[in-house]
């Protein structure tokens, strides 16, 4: 399975402020430089971050973002389930038209039950749980923060 790059730029981040040292707050500007996506992209998947309760967010000059009490519980499986979008696993419905064999097809059933299997996989990996010291330290290091985990 392949997630899509919004859900990967959204994990990242997650990563990254789980490792965070307790109580510091990072840009979306800091995140954007450690997980090495544009801003924009950074700005967005925190926005929706937000929006699910996975990260608090304080505003104004000193303020930034921290992984939220629920953030530190969520698995990768439950932040897939909610930023993956795609209703249909396959392009059987799409802007050049609906595939011919869309009618009865066991293949797209087989397709969304694949999926789920991957989530359910995943359901047992922790985000707070993903980053090591020795990965996340060089990152750290780059934008001015020793690494909290």
Known sequence: MKINAFADVSLRALMVLAAAPDGDLLTTQSVADAVGTPYNHVSKAMARLRVLGLIDVE????GGSRL???GRRVSVGQVLRQLD??????DCIGPGGN???????????ALARAREA???ELDDVVVADLPGTRQM???FQMIGLRPGV
Do not use: H, M
């Open 118 to 120: 991957f989530y359910r």
């Open 99 to 109: 595939c011919p064999l869309i009618n009865e097809c066991r293949l797209r059933a």
């Open 59 to 62: 505003r104004g000059r000193n």
């Open 68 to 70: 939220s009490a629920a």
């Open 85 to 90: 979008t795609r209703e249909d696993p396959a």
């Open 137 to 139: 330290a060089p990152v």
